[in-house]
C-alpha cells in the first residue's frame, strides 16, 4: 500500500508569511500514461475538507491563489504564499494513482 | 449544483452492521467516469479512506477493512451506499461521501457535511 507522509505535523504562522508543507510517498504517484494523481485538500475546523490543488499543481475552483502545488514522483509540496487567518486547519495530501487511494497523516496550521 | 449527505443510525452496539447512505444530486453515478467515495474521522484523528464505487460498478475497498465492507449504489435514485460489518468502539467516528469527479483526475472535488457515527454497548 502507498504510505503518504506528511511534514511537519504542526506548523505555527503568523499573518502573511510562507509556509510549505511536505507530502512524501512511498511509492511513485507517476502512472504509466503520465498523470500524477495528487491532490491536497484543507479542513478548517468543524468543517469538511474541502479541495485546494488537483494533478499536483492545479488550483482548484475558487481557491486563492496563494496557494500553490509542486512536485513530482515521490516529493510534493503545498506552499501558501502570504497566511492569512482564514488558512488555520488541517491540510491532508492525498493520492489516486493507485486504485486504493491513501491520505497524509495532516499538517495543523496555527496562526500565532 | 453538486450537494452530498450523508445519513446513518446515529449509534449502534458492537458486533452490530452499520449501514450508511449518501444522497447526492447536481450528478449521475451512471456518467462516464464518475465515482462516489467514502471517507471516515475518528474525532481529533486524520481522514482514513474507506471505498470507492464507479459508473461501471468497479468497486476498490481499503485492503485493512476490506473483509468488513460493501459499497454499492442505486443509480436512478442517486444514492450510494455503504455497509461495515462486525463494528466496534473503533469504528465510531465521522463518515463522510464524496463525489469522485471527471476532471482533475480522480478528484474528490464535493464532500458531504458528514455523519457522526457512535459504537457503544
Known amino acids: 500500500d502507498v504510505v503518504l507522509t506528511q511534514t511537519p505535523s504542526t506548523l505555527s504562522a503568523t499573518i502573511g508569511q510562507s509556509v510549505s508543507i511536505s507530502c512524501r510517498s512511498s511509492?511513485?504517484?507517476?502512472?504509466?500514461?503520465?498523470?500524477?494523481?495528487l491532490y491536497w485538500y484543507l479542513q478548517r475546523p468543524g468543517q469538511s475538507p474541502q479541495l485546494l490543488i488537483y494533478l499536483v499543481s492545479n488550483l482548484g475552483s475558487g481557491v486563492p491563489n496563494r496557494f500553490s502545488g509542486s512536485g513530482s514522483g515521490t516529493d510534493f509540496t503545498l506552499k501558501i504564499s502570504g497566511v492569512e487567518a482564514e488558512d488555520l486547519g488541517v491540510y491532508y495530501c492525498?493520492?489516486?494513482?493507485?486504485?486504493?487511494?491513501?491520505f497524509g497523516s495532516g499538517t495543523k496550521l496555527e496562526i500565532k | 449544483q453538486v450537494t452530498l449527505k450523508e445519513s446513518g443510525p446515529g449509534i449502534l452496539q458492537p458486533s452490530q452492521t452499520l449501514s450508511l447512505t449518501c444522497t447526492f444530486s447536481?450528478?449521475?453515478?451512471?456518467?462516464?467516469?464518475?465515482?462516489v467515495g467514502w471517507i471516515r474521522q475518528p474525532s481529533g484523528k486524520g481522514l482514513e479512506w474507506l471505498a470507492n464505487?464507479?459508473?461501471?460498478?468497479?468497486?476498490y475497498y481499503n485492503p485493512s477493512l476490506k473483509n468488513r465492507l460493501t459499497i454499492s449504489k442505486d443509480t436512478s435514485n442517486n444514492q450510494a451506499f455503504l455497509k461495515i460489518t462486525n463494528v466496534d468502539t473503533a469504528d465510531t467516528a465521522t463518515y463522510y461521501c464524496a463525489r469522485i469527479g471527471t476532471t482533475g483526475g480522480y478528484v474528490m472535488d464535493a464532500w458531504g457535511q458528514g455523519a457522526s457515527v457512535t459504537v457503544s454497548s
Open positions: 492525498m493520492q489516486a494513482t493507485h486504485a486504493i487511494f491513501t
Open positions: 447536481g450528478f449521475s453515478l451512471s456518467t462516464y467516469g464518475m465515482g
Open positions: 511509492q511513485s504517484l507517476l502512472d504509466s500514461a503520465g498523470n500524477t494523481y
Open positions: 464505487i464507479w459508473w461501471d460498478d468497479d468497486k
